[in-house]
C-alpha cells in the first residue's frame, strides 16, 4: 500500500479568471406544499436566467452558441479604442527606441544618408527586428500580467474572451505574430492600422484582427 500522499491539482492564482456564479439556496414555495412539486405551465423556473445581452458567445464559449450566456458577464467593462490606440503607440516608441539603437550598434539602419545606396538587405533586416522584437515584447508581457507598458499605464489588460482569464504564452504568441508579423516584409503600418483599428468598428466585443484570431477581449483594468 503507497504512503504517499494524494496529488491534488495546482491552485489557480490568476485574480482575473471569472468565478462560477454562486447558485441560489433552494427554497421551498411560498403557502405550503411540497418544495419537489412541478411549477404550473407557464410559470418558468424560479431561478431562470435572463436573455444575454450581447446574443450568446460567437465562438462556441456558452452552451448553445447564440442561446449561451454573455462572456463578457463577470468581467470589467471594454476598453475605449481611442485609448488603446495610444497605448499601442506608446509600445511602439518604446521598442522603436531599441529597435534604433541596436540597428545602429548593428550596423543594420535602413537607410544611408545618399539615397542612391539604399541597401535592400539592411531595410528586411532592420524589419525583421522590428517584427522579432516587438512580439517578443508584446508575448512576454501580456503572457505575464496581460499587459504592456503601454496598456498598464493607461489601465487596460488583455483577458481570453471565454473566462476573463489572463492569455497564456500560445495565445499571447499568436495575438503579437497577426499583428507584428507584416513588419518583416510590407505595408506594416497599413496593417497594423487596419488590425488593432478593427476594433472601433467591431461588435459586439470590440476585437481587433488579432484579438479575433487570438480569441481575446481588452477590458479596464
Known amino acids: 500500500m503507497s504512503t504517499e500522499p494524494p496529488q491534488y491539482p495546482p491552485p489557480d492564482d490568476d485574480p482575473f479568471k471569472k468565478q462560477p456564479p454562486q447558485q441560489p439556496p433552494h427554497q421551498p414555495p411560498q403557502g405550503g406544499g411540497s418544495p419537489y412539486d412541478t411549477p404550473p405551465p407557464g410559470s418558468g423556473s424560479p431561478y431562470g436566467t435572463p436573455p444575454p445581452?450581447?446574443?450568446?458567445?460567437?465562438?462556441?464559449?456558452?452552451?448553445?452558441?447564440?442561446?449561451?450566456?454573455?462572456?463578457?458577464a463577470g468581467m470589467p467593462p471594454l476598453a475605449?479604442?481611442?485609448?488603446?490606440?495610444?497605448?499601442?503607440?506608446?509600445?511602439?516608441?518604446?521598442?522603436?527606441?531599441?529597435?534604433?539603437?541596436?540597428?545602429?550598434?548593428?550596423?543594420?539602419?535602413?537607410?544611408?544618408?545618399?539615397?542612391?545606396?539604399?541597401?535592400?538587405?539592411?531595410?528586411?533586416?532592420?524589419?525583421?527586428?522590428?517584427?522579432?522584437l516587438y512580439i517578443a515584447y508584446d508575448t512576454f508581457m501580456i503572457s505575464k500580467t496581460g499587459q504592456t507598458l503601454g496598456k498598464k499605464w493607461l489601465?487596460?489588460?488583455?483577458?481570453?474572451?471565454?473566462?476573463?482569464?489572463?492569455?497564456?504564452?500560445?495565445?499571447?504568441?499568436a495575438r503579437a505574430a497577426v499583428l507584428w508579423l507584416p513588419f518583416a516584409f510590407c505595408c506594416a503600418c497599413i496593417w497594423t492600422a487596419i488590425c488593432g483599428g478593427w476594433s472601433f468598428f467591431d461588435k459586439p466585443y470590440k476585437q481587433g484582427l488579432h484579438d479575433k484570431a487570438a480569441k481575446t477581449v481588452v477590458v479596464s483594468a
Open 80 to 132: 475605449d479604442s481611442g485609448k488603446r490606440v495610444l497605448a499601442r503607440i506608446i509600445d511602439m516608441i518604446l521598442v522603436g527606441i531599441v529597435v534604433g539603437l541596436l540597428t545602429w550598434l548593428f550596423g543594420t539602419s535602413e537607410y544611408d544618408i545618399d539615397p542612391d545606396k539604399v541597401n535592400t538587405g539592411k531595410s528586411f533586416g532592420q524589419s525583421l527586428l522590428a517584427a522579432v
Open 53 to 72: 445581452s450581447y446574443g450568446g458567445d460567437p465562438y462556441g464559449g456558452g452552451p448553445g452558441g447564440h442561446g449561451g450566456p454573455d462572456p463578457l
Open 155 to 173: 489601465g487596460m489588460r488583455v483577458a481570453n474572451l471565454n473566462d476573463g482569464a489572463t492569455p497564456t504564452m500560445s495565445t499571447a504568441l
